[in-house]
């Protein structure tokens, strides 16, 4: 068995492509692997306890795919257009997903049956966008497994603390409820600091989601889009900054003080549109990847300091997501 690192990105319109050689190079498997060619991908997710299997979510409802087969399979469910993913850190195969329109469900036998969980409020259409809401992230507390997050464009933040049987609004303070992102960090003292980001600026929250404060970054655009913590220090943060979707340039910020402070990250050449998110993993916190809202990717092998231009450029990126895989060494190759 030879482990490996597989980089993963989802696209609005060519489905999945796979790298192995760290985004040098990609490949596009054909129908045949199990997924239409011009689906729309929206989210990827991957547990630690399982190398050989990744979801996506996508406009024609969740698919798993299989390392060890190079095969997509198509899970029947409930759900059409899946926008958001996360595996209960205890237990892969309890997985959670928000839809567009703005849903919640949760599988407890690995995507075979659904559940749609209540949330007070949820609406499916805003007349702000004038089209339905969409649940753009849920994530689980790092410390508290009970208590997940989720965040609806155009609705809110929700809260639950009983892993999802029953959700709570919290936009108290929020200067728009169209939300992109949720990070959580834990800093040197042990408090908690929750980051929301939305179209019109970031957010920080110190008492558990019940109040929010507006926080205005050094640019000339407020809009912000994705916010991630470095695995191997909660005091290292990355957000993505622009002028709109798609946008057509931005910046990408650090911090190193648990969000306090932010600074600029120099990508190089011109962007094309907005930096849509950054892309980590634990089992190596300096291997980020970055990319913008149109396809330009970036990756950075000393923890954001510096950056390259990867040579392929997509028409529109939606999702990036990269992992460590155990297969074996002779397992055709994907096509």
């Given at each position: 068995m030879t482990p490996h690192v597989e980089v993963y990105a989802g696209t609005a319109g060519h489905s999945a492509w796979f790298s192995n050689d760290h985004g040098q190079t990609w490949v596009h498997p054909n129908s045949h692997s199990g997924m239409y060619l011009e689906a729309r991908v929206w989210h990827f997710s991957s547990h630690p306890s399982d190398p050989h299997l990744l979801y996506a979510g996508t406009d024609m409802g969740l698919f798993r795919w299989d390392e060890r087969t190079t095969r997509w399979t198509h899970l029947p469910s409930p759900m059409q257009d899946i926008w958001a993913l996360v595996q209960d850190p205890d237990d892969p195969n309890i997985i959670y997903a928000g839809t567009r329109p703005a849903a919640f469900y949760r599988s407890k036998d690995a995507g075979v049956t659904w559940e749609e969980l209540q949330a007070p409020g949820i609406q499916k259409f805003s007349d702000i966008n004038m089209g339905p809401t969409r649940v753009t992230q849920m994530l689980f507390d790092p410390k508290?497994?009970?208590?997940?997050?989720?965040?609806?464009?155009?609705?809110?933040?929700?809260?639950?603390?009983?892993?999802?049987?029953?959700?709570?609004?919290?936009?108290?303070?929020?200067?728009?409820?169209?939300?992109?992102?949720?990070?959580?960090?834990?800093?040197?003292?042990?408090?908690?600091?929750?980051?929301?980001?939305?179209?019109?600026?970031?957010?920080?929250?110190?008492?558990?989601?019940?109040?929010?404060?507006?926080?205005?970054?050094?640019?000339?655009?407020?809009?912000?889009?994705?916010?991630?913590?470095?695995?191997?220090?909660?005091?290292?943060?990355?957000l993505t900054n622009g002028n709109g979707p798609p946008g057509n340039t931005g910046k990408l910020w650090r911090s190193t003080d648990y969000g306090y402070t932010w600074h600029t990250l120099e990508l190089p050449g011109l962007l094309n549109s907005t930096p849509w998110a950054v892309t980590t993993h634990p089992s190596d916190p300096k291997l980020l990847f970055t990319y913008t809202n149109l396809g330009q990717l970036f990756r950075s092998t000393d923890g954001g300091d510096h950056w390259v231009r990867l040579p392929h450029e997509f028409g529109e990126l939606r999702a990036m997501h990269w992992r460590p895989t155990i297969y074996p060494a002779d397992r055709p190759a994907h096509s």
């Amino acid at each position: 068995m030879t482990p490996h690192v597989e980089v993963y990105a989802g696209t609005a319109g060519h489905s999945a492509w796979f790298s192995n050689d760290h985004g040098q190079t990609w490949v596009h498997p054909n129908s045949h692997s199990g997924m239409y060619l011009e689906a729309r991908v929206w989210h990827f997710s991957s547990h630690p306890s399982d190398p050989h299997l990744l979801y996506a979510g996508t406009d024609m409802g969740l698919f798993r795919w299989d390392e060890r087969t190079t095969r997509w399979t198509h899970l029947p469910s409930p759900m059409q257009d899946i926008w958001a993913l996360v595996q209960d850190p205890d237990d892969p195969n309890i997985i959670y997903a928000g839809t567009r329109p703005a849903a919640f469900y949760r599988s407890k036998d690995a995507g075979v049956t659904w559940e749609e969980l209540q949330a007070p409020g949820i609406q499916k259409f805003s007349d702000i966008n004038m089209g339905p809401t969409r649940v753009t992230q849920m994530l689980f507390d790092p410390k508290d497994h009970n208590t997940l997050w989720a965040v609806v464009e155009i609705g809110g933040v929700y809260r639950s603390q009983d892993r999802g049987n029953t959700w709570e609004l919290k936009t108290e303070g929020l200067v728009s409820a169209d939300m992109h992102g949720i990070a959580i960090v834990h800093d040197a003292t042990g408090q908690k600091i929750l980051y929301a980001t939305t179209n019109r600026g970031l957010h920080r929250s110190t008492d558990n989601g019940e109040h929010w404060s507006f926080i205005t970054l050094d640019a000339p655009w407020q809009y912000t889009r994705g916010i991630v913590v470095r695995p191997d220090s909660d005091a290292v943060l990355f957000l993505t900054n622009g002028n709109g979707p798609p946008g057509n340039t931005g910046k990408l910020w650090r911090s190193t003080d648990y969000g306090y402070t932010w600074h600029t990250l120099e990508l190089p050449g011109l962007l094309n549109s907005t930096p849509w998110a950054v892309t980590t993993h634990p089992s190596d916190p300096k291997l980020l990847f970055t990319y913008t809202n149109l396809g330009q990717l970036f990756r950075s092998t000393d923890g954001g300091d510096h950056w390259v231009r990867l040579p392929h450029e997509f028409g529109e990126l939606r999702a990036m997501h990269w992992r460590p895989t155990i297969y074996p060494a002779d397992r055709p190759a994907h096509s």
